[in-house]
């Protein structure tokens, strides 16, 4: 009776030389790029792919700095969460409108059909450039974002939001049906596509999602997420933004404070707080993000209700101070550039970034 043949496995070898074994490295390595191409095995200081992330800010000088890198990373997953009427969305208008300053290509998938081009277009987004989807279904909306994101030619991309992804069976069937963890599943299989190709076209994805209240919770936080784990695992960054109080002009509400905390960060240190205006009249108010922000780190002085700069009173009051800067640019960025020059420097990022506020909606 003939034997039965096998693979023949190679058999582990033990190496003492260390000059043999940099040899057996080399040698391994020229196997894997030959089975899998080139670029699939690398020193880490060789390569140019894996190198420091490129940013692109957030419009809030508190928020760059809280997220310790200047911005949100391009080839990462980011997920940004809160209650509704957060300002989550405004955030990331905010981001798509930065990335097209800087000759960037953006697309936004409207899955919620609710994205307000007015509201955009003062935000600072150039309608004309955006790229924008409104898909039926949960699977559309994500291959859409694949296809996007695989052709190596959108810089950013945002869905908004999760919880309106919803699965084609949800869509097809009837009021009532039971859909137990069938957007997890899908979540869960799309974030297995995504991750790679995100970091291989060097894309900058963006999630928006709702909180939802666990049922029986007694001790500890009832709130979650919607889609299940997998969008928690893969983000790089995942940040909690609410909206903690109203701006008031003569009993008007002409804005509101919001509060933003990088609870999860792959690159810098998490758990930092930034808080920021966000007014109707322009979105993130820049001038008093980069007051609050240049008060603290003493690039400004303040003196009871007087702002100097360089030894000169600017102004008394925050307000009379944001007019004054909204009319000099020129002053505004060279004060925002002293901030970046301290924190080069060494100066160290508080845990709390931004003036903070006491109240809580």
């Given at each position: 009776?003939?034997?039965?043949?096998?693979?023949q496995?190679?058999?582990?070898?033990?190496?003492?030389?260390?000059?043999?074994?940099?040899?057996?490295?080399?040698?391994?390595?020229?196997?894997?790029?030959?089975?899998?191409?080139?670029?699939?095995i690398?020193?880490?200081?060789?390569s140019?792919?894996?190198?420091?992330?490129?940013?692109?800010?957030?419009?809030?000088?508190?928020?760059?700095?809280?997220?310790?890198?200047?911005?949100?990373?391009?080839?990462?997953?980011?997920?940004?969460?809160?209650?509704?009427?957060?300002?989550?969305?405004?955030?990331c208008?905010?981001?798509?409108?930065?990335?097209?300053?800087?000759?960037?290509?953006?697309?936004?998938?409207?899955?919620?059909?609710?994205?307000?081009?007015?509201?955009?277009?003062?935000?600072?987004?150039?309608?004309?450039?955006?790229?924008?989807?409104?898909?039926?279904?949960?699977?559309?909306?994500?291959?859409?974002?694949?296809?996007?994101?695989?052709?190596?030619?959108?810089?950013?991309?945002?869905?908004?939001?999760?919880?309106?992804?919803?699965?084609?069976?949800?869509?097809?069937?009837?009021?009532?049906?039971?859909?137990?963890?069938?957007?997890?599943?899908?979540?869960?299989?799309?974030?297995?596509k995504?991750t790679?190709?995100?970091?291989?076209?060097?894309?900058?994805?963006?999630?928006?999602?709702?909180?939802?209240?666990?049922?029986?919770?007694?001790?500890?936080n009832?709130?979650?997420?919607?889609?299940?784990?997998?969008?928690?695992?893969?983000?790089?960054?995942?940040?909690?933004?609410?909206?903690i109080?109203?701006?008031?002009?003569?009993?008007?509400?002409?804005?509101?404070?919001?509060?933003?905390?990088?609870?999860?960060?792959?690159?810098?240190?998490?758990?930092?707080?930034?808080?920021?205006?966000i007014?109707?009249?322009?979105g993130?108010?820049?001038?008093?993000?980069?007051i609050?922000?240049?008060?603290?780190?003493?690039?400004?002085?303040?003196?009871?209700?007087?702002?100097?700069?360089?030894?000169?009173?600017?102004?008394?009051?925050?307000?009379?101070?944001?007019?004054?800067?909204?009319?000099?640019?020129?002053?505004?960025?060279?004060?925002?550039?002293?901030?970046?020059?301290?924190?080069?420097?060494?100066?160290?990022?508080?845990?709390?970034?931004?003036?903070?506020?006491d109240s809580e909606e």
């Amino acid at each position: 009776m003939a034997k039965k043949t096998q693979n023949q496995i190679p058999e582990p070898t033990k190496i003492d030389d260390k000059k043999q074994r940099l040899e057996a490295v080399k040698i391994a390595m020229q196997q894997i790029e030959k089975e899998y191409g080139k670029g699939s095995i690398m020193r880490l200081g060789e390569s140019k792919k894996i190198s420091k992330s490129e940013v692109i800010p957030t419009g809030s000088i508190a928020l760059d700095l809280a997220l310790g890198i200047g911005g949100l990373p391009k080839g990462r997953i980011v997920e940004v969460y809160g209650p509704e009427a957060s300002g989550k969305t405004s955030l990331c208008l905010h981001v798509i409108a930065e990335a097209q300053k800087r000759g960037l290509t953006a697309a936004f998938i409207d899955a919620e059909h609710a994205l307000d081009p007015i509201r955009a277009g003062i935000i600072g987004v150039n309608l004309d450039e955006l790229i924008i989807s409104q898909p039926d279904t949960g699977e559309q909306a994500l291959e859409i974002v694949e296809t996007l994101v695989r052709s190596g030619g959108v810089d950013v991309v945002v869905v908004d939001s999760v919880a309106a992804l919803v699965p084609r069976a949800e869509i097809e069937g009837e009021m009532g049906d039971a859909v137990m963890g069938m957007q997890a599943r899908l979540m869960s299989q799309a974030m297995r596509k995504l991750t790679g190709a995100t970091q291989k076209s060097n894309t900058l994805l963006i999630f928006t999602n709702q909180i939802r209240m666990k049922i029986g919770v007694m001790f500890g936080n009832p709130e979650t997420t919607t889609g299940g784990q997998a969008l928690k695992f893969y983000s790089s960054i995942r940040i909690d933004f609410r909206r903690i109080a109203n701006i008031t002009q003569k009993e008007v509400v002409i804005g509101s404070r919001h509060r933003a905390k990088v609870v999860k960060n792959k690159l810098a240190p998490p758990f930092r707080i930034a808080e920021f205006d966000i007014m109707n009249d322009e979105g993130i108010s820049k001038a008093s993000g980069i007051i609050d922000v240049a008060t603290e780190f003493e690039v400004l002085e303040k003196s009871g209700a007087f702002y100097k700069y360089n030894g000169q009173t600017l102004a008394q009051g925050k307000e009379a101070l944001k007019v004054i800067l909204k009319e000099k640019p020129e002053l505004l960025k060279e004060i925002e550039d002293k901030v970046w020059e301290a924190v080069k420097t060494g100066k160290e990022v508080p845990v709390e970034v931004g003036e903070q506020s006491d109240s809580e909606e």
